[in-house]
């Protein structure tokens, strides 16, 4: 079957630190990958997203390639800041499918 | 992207009782994906609601427990029945964007805490 596996949290760091968060996954064929970040009493809204192998997916700062060879698409970001605090689910769909599997998630704390 | 309406965003509701989520799309979409996440959990997708059949369901979830509606295109309903405490739980809707924004939509969420 399909599953996303991602780092275990919590991860904190401190503003300005670099970002991983890695995220692997073991759908066959090309499946979508994305990541959802879920801040504070919010809900889940797409961060970035990539669809074909090679891919590389960017959004506020963040971005992950999509790395067939490994199935793989670690989150990174250069630069965090508190803002940035919040929990971060890797996702994919199941190949051929419209279902979306998540990771457990990966809560991140940016201290100043 | 689609933009979602769900409500109640949040409820407290007695064991036994049966609460029912609502969400509203702002478009016409083909599926509507229901999730759960429990606290301090990911998302599990609970059924998949198709508008005019009946809605698929996930491995350990059941049509009489998580009743699903669908009357039409841009809205779907579930409803949490016979509720005891293990059903507390954030429950969202979900669609699938078509185009250039692909991606998924997700509702804000309701935050069910059942007493």
């Known amino acids: 079957g399909n599953s996303v596996t991602q780092m275990e949290g919590p991860v904190t760091l401190s503003e300005e630190a670099f970002l991983t968060i890695n995220c692997t996954y073991t759908a066959t064929g090309y499946p979508s990958l994305f990541w959802y970040v879920q801040y504070p009493g919010e809900g889940l809204q797409l961060l970035l997203k990539a669809t074909k192998a090679d891919d590389k997916g960017s959004n506020k700062g963040f971005e992950a390639t999509y790395r067939k060879e490994t199935t793989s698409f670690h989150l990174e970001k250069g630069s965090v800041q508190v803002s940035d605090s919040a929990v971060y689910f890797c996702?994919?769909?199941?190949?051929?499918?419209?279902?979306?599997?998540f990771g457990k998630g990966t809560k991140l704390t940016v201290n100043p | 992207s689609a933009v979602i309406s769900q409500k109640p965003s949040r409820d407290i509701c007695q064991r036994g009782t049966s609460l029912t989520i609502q969400c509203q799309v702002d478009s016409q979409v083909t599926m509507m994906f229901w999730y759960r996440q429990q606290p301090g959990q990911s998302l599990t997708l609970i059924a998949t609601?198709?508008?005019?059949?009946?809605?698929?369901?996930e491995s350990g979830f059941v049509i009489d427990k998580f009743p699903i509606s669908r009357p039409n295109l841009t809205f779907s309903t579930l409803t949490v029945s016979n509720m005891s405490p293990e059903d507390s739980s954030i429950y969202l809707c979900s669609v699938e964007n078509q185009g250039a924004n692909a991606g998924y939509t997700f509702g804000s969420g309701t935050r069910l805490t059942v007493v």
């Open positions: 609601a198709n508008q005019g059949s009946e809605a698929t369901y």
């Open positions: 996702a994919d769909t199941q190949g051929g499918s419209e279902k979306l599997v």
